[in-house]
Each structure stands twice: as structure tokens, then as C-alpha cells.
């Protein structure tokens, strides 16, 4: 297995355009170029194997860098959240314990707060580049690596307690490169937009897997729609990845209707299920969609689902990847039945090593070479998969199971509606029931009750939300997704 993808690519297509950044191209030798140095200006801070190195800062070149200079020194690579407040980023560093925290000027604060809870320099960009110019462009002899080395931490989660560190071995990367590569079809010639956070997970969903093909990556620092679509147009993206809510702001913005998207071979959805309106604007100019479903701790990608397959069961992500198991299950670890919904569990070369520092937690995750990933899902008599959503998210309201997606689906059906998050709240009759937070679009109005009305002709009675609040806005975190532990919280704040 080729660990120094960089040099690799460097070898094959030197003077191919690799990634777009600050209205530059760089080649696949210049990224190898800069990596080379940035493996040298590690060393030179008396950086080495297994120590981790960490960057706080929206989408940047730094986040490629760094990633690609991994097999030149042995570091690894754990970039932080930058959504975290001050005391969350100290007790993040103080958990990673990073050798050095770049940071862009937009987040220094924080950066400085996770750089002294690691007793750690911090690095502003702008010095980062001045050093990395200065640094020596020559290899450094080969670090003792093999495929299970840790390559990158990934933070997961965030939304309760501290964030957890997934460990994503070498063979991890190669593996997730290979399964998208050839489950999905890209091309060569293909090009995407990496509009999501770069420290997130979404960085596997595409842009690795496009190096690892000698194709084409433009990175957009913060995700704006106007810019996105005329990136989009400039560079001929072929492939939109984003997550639900992007997808919805991208339908929304004025000159959506009018851009040119000849080049986009089919778009897919992470993070979340894709809402059927949203996925219908895009019909409406011609671009086929599909869902995709990945975790941190698998890769990202998981399944594998053709365009005309995506069409005919737009709620299902399909079935697994090429060199990757699934399989649907029970609490005691027997398989469910077709339809049977149950906790979705993988394996394959493409998981990861498990939590860093974390022993308990990797052990409830990795059980008996399969990862229990704590969402619900349901397989079908022709083994496609459909997420049902999170173990912790479901509700029992009346001795019955309550799935908010399903839920979440009827409620988008209505044409008012622009947003929504179901979560179980507490009932002394019920146990639990459904309480739904609903953002419409402007200049549609819609009462509670006339929404209740609506899904009452949609869902059984247990089903329909027995509240339902109308928002402005509904927060989300940096890669789009809706977060229900802040709005529990805000339900709970209102309940008291």
C-alpha cells in the first residue's frame, strides 16, 4: 500500500490542476512540493511520529497540507472545531495534547485556548506560509509506517460533553479512496466543491478520494450559495456533495434558477436524509440526486446507490460498497428481519482503529469486528439499506416507536415549510412524545394547528408532533446539520 499519496500523485501528474484555492490552481507536484516542506518545518519544531497536529480555521490549503504531509514525518493529523467556544477548545486541547495549532486570523482565540490546554505554540497562517516558503524543499529519509498507523483524528460529535477522537488508520483512507472510487464512478475528469468544513469528516466524502484520482478539488473557505454556484459554472463541477441544509440554501438563492449546471453529473446528500422538496428543486434543473450515509468512524462513505436505483427508492442509500459488510441488528446482536428496523453495524477495511484515549467507549463501539454506529436502519427483501436515524433520537410514545425522520418527512411535505427537527419530549401520560420545531418558507403562513391538521391525514396519531413551535431559525453546526440538543434544550428552558 502506497502511504505517501503526494509523491504518488507527483509522480503520475505533476502538472496536473489538483486543488483551487485563493483563485489559484495548484498542481499535484506543487502539492507535493508544499507538503515536502511542511514535512521539514514539522521537523524542524522537533515534531514526529505520533504526534499530533492540529488547525483551527475554515477551509484554507493549510487543511491539505497537512493531510498530505502526514506520510512524510509520521505526525498525525487532528484538526479541531471551529464552532467550539474558548473553555471547549482548552479541554479539547488538553485531550489531543497537539505539538503545534495552526490557526487562520479568524479564529486565534479559540486557537490560543486549545494551544495552551495542550501547553502548545500556536501558528497564524500568515506565518505558516512565510516558514513553509523558507523550509527546504528535499525529502526526509522514509518514517517507519505501515497501514495501521493513525493517520488522522477526527473529532465526532461535539453537541454533549467533549468530542471524542476517532482514529483513522492509513488503510482507512486507501480503503474509503478505493470503495468511492469504484462504488461511485468518479472520473478522472470529475471536479467538486468542498463547500463543507474541511476539519469535519465530509474531507473523505470527495476531496481525498478525487486526489487519490488525479482530479480536481476547489476549496470554498465558508460555504456561501451565491459564490458556490459560480464555482460551480467556472470550474465545471461535475459532482455536488453537501449536506440537507446547504442543499436547501443553494435551491433557495437568487440565481439558482438561472445557473448554468450542464456540468454537474448527479449531486448527493450527506450528513442527513435529503427532504423530497429539496431534492425536487434539483430535478427541476435537470440534476439527478441521490443519498449518501457515511460516519467518521467508517471512512465516510459506506453504500453505494446508481442514479436510476436512487430514483426508484429515493429514501435509500443503497447498499454497501464494494469492500465494506452491513449488516441490521437487534440489542443482543442477531439480525433483523427484512423491513425490521434495528441498529445498523459495519465492517470492512474501512473502519477505523477506535477512539483516542477513550478505551471504553472504542470497546461499546468495535464489538467482535463489527461497528455498532448507533443509527437505526431498516434493510429490504432486495438488501438495500434506508437510515431511519439515531438510536438516541428515537422515542417510545404509548409503548410505540417513533422515528423523527419519518416524521421530518411528512412535516417537509407540507409546501410551507423551509425547515424542521422532531425530538421526543418528556409527557406524564405518554412517556414521550413528539415536539417539532418548524421554520417556514417567507410569505407562507401556516399556524401550528393547520400543520398538525396536515399530518394527521399523513401519520398515525401517535406520530404527529403534540407540539409544534414556529422559528425564525434553527441552529446548526458548522457542517449544516440541525442540532436537536440545543433545541432540547431551548424546549426544556421553555417547558420550565
Not at 495548484?26 to 524542524?44: F, S, V
Not at 467482535?368 to 431511519?388: P, Q
Not at 403562513?445 to 396519531?461: G, H, Q, S, V
Request: contains cysteine; charged residues 20%.
Amino acid at each position: 500500500m502506497i502511504l505517501d499519496l503526494a509523491r504518488r500523485r507527483a509522480d503520475l501528474t505533476p502538472d496536473a490542476p489538483a486543488v483551487q484555492f485563493g483563485e489559484r490552481w495548484y498542481t499535484y507536484g506543487q502539492l507535493n512540493e508544499r507538503a515536502q516542506r511542511l514535512a521539514n518545518l514539522l521537523a524542524a519544531r522537533g515534531v514526529g511520529k505520533g504526534d499530533r497536529v492540529s488547525i483551527l480555521a475554515n477551509n484554507h490549503l493549510a487543511h491539505i497540507d497537512l493531510i498530505l504531509a502526514t506520510a512524510k514525518l509520521g505526525y498525525v493529523y487532528a484538526p479541531l472545531n471551529t464552532r467550539l467556544a474558548v473553555p471547549e477548545q482548552r479541554a479539547i486541547g488538553a485531550y489531543l495534547t497537539p505539538a503545534l495549532v495552526l490557526h487562520d486570523e479568524h479564529h486565534e482565540t479559540v486557537a490560543a485556548a486549545a494551544a495552551s490546554g495542550a501547553g502548545a505554540p500556536s501558528l497564524s497562517l500568515e506565518a505558516y506560509e512565510a516558514e513553509l516558503r523558507s523550509a527546504p524543499n528535499a525529502p526526509l529519509p522514509t518514517p517507519d509506517l505501515g497501514p495501521e498507523d493513525t493517520q488522522m483524528i477526527l473529532l465526532t460529535g461535539g453537541t454533549t460533553g467533549l468530542p471524542k477522537g476517532a482514529m483513522l488508520p492509513y488503510r482507512q483512507g486507501f480503503y474509503n479512496a478505493v470503495n468511492t472510487v469504484l462504488s461511485w464512478g468518479l472520473r478522472p475528469d470529475d471536479c467538486a466543491v468542498q463547500a463543507t468544513p474541511a476539519f469535519h469528516a465530509a474531507v473523505n466524502a470527495l476531496t481525498l478520494p478525487l486526489l487519490h484520482l488525479g482530479a480536481r478539488v476547489v476549496l470554498q473557505p465558508t460555504f456561501d450559495p451565491a459564490d458556490y454556484l459560480s464555482k460551480v459554472e467556472q470550474h465545471g463541477a461535475t459532482i455536488l456533495f453537501l449536506v440537507p441544509t446547504m442543499f436547501h440554501m443553494l435551491a433557495e438563492a437568487p440565481g439558482f434558477a438561472a445557473a448554468n449546471l450542464s456540468s454537474v453529473r448527479w449531486a448527493i446528500s450527506g450528513g442527513a436524509a435529503c427532504p423530497e422538496p429539496v431534492r425536487a428543486a434539483y430535478a427541476g434543473r435537470g440534476v439527478r440526486f441521490k443519498q449518501g450515509y457515511g460516519l467518521s468512524e467508517a471512512g465516510v462513505n459506506c453504500f453505494s446507490i446508481t442514479l436510476d436505483q436512487a430514483e426508484a427508492r429515493p429514501n435509500s442509500v443503497g447498499k454497501p460498497m464494494l469492500h465494506a459488510e452491513a449488516v441490521v441488528r437487534r440489542a443482543d446482536g442477531t439480525p433483523c428481519a427484512a423491513g425490521e428496523v434495528g441498529e445498523l453495524t459495519l465492517a470492512g477495511p474501512h473502519v477505523f482503529t477506535g477512539y483516542f484515549g477513550r478505551a471504553d467507549e472504542t470497546a461499546l463501539a468495535l464489538r467482535d469486528g463489527w461497528l455498532w454506529t448507533g443509527d437505526l436502519a431498516a434493510e429490504d427483501d432486495e438488501g438495500y439499506f434506508t437510515i431511519v436515524g439515531r438510536r438516541k433520537e428515537m422515542f417510545v410514545s404509548g409503548g410505540e416507536n417513533v422515528y423523527p425522520t419519518e416524521v421530518e418527512s411528512a412535516i417537509y411535505d407540507h409546501p410551507a415549510v423551509a425547515e424542521c427537527a422532531v425530538l421526543g419530549v418528556p409527557d406524564p401520560r405518554w412517556g414521550e412524545v413528539g415536539a417539532a420545531v418548524v421554520k417556514l418558507h417567507p410569505d407562507q403562513p401556516l399556524t401550528a394547528e393547520e400543520l398538525r391538521a396536515f399530518l394527521k391525514e399523513r401519520l398515525a396519531n401517535y406520530k404527529v408532533p403534540k407540539s409544534i413551535h414556529l422559528v425564525d431559525s434553527l441552529p446548526k453546526s458548522a457542517a449544516g446539520k440541525i442540532l436537536k440538543t440545543e433545541l432540547a434544550r431551548s424546549l426544556q428552558g421553555d417547558a420550565a
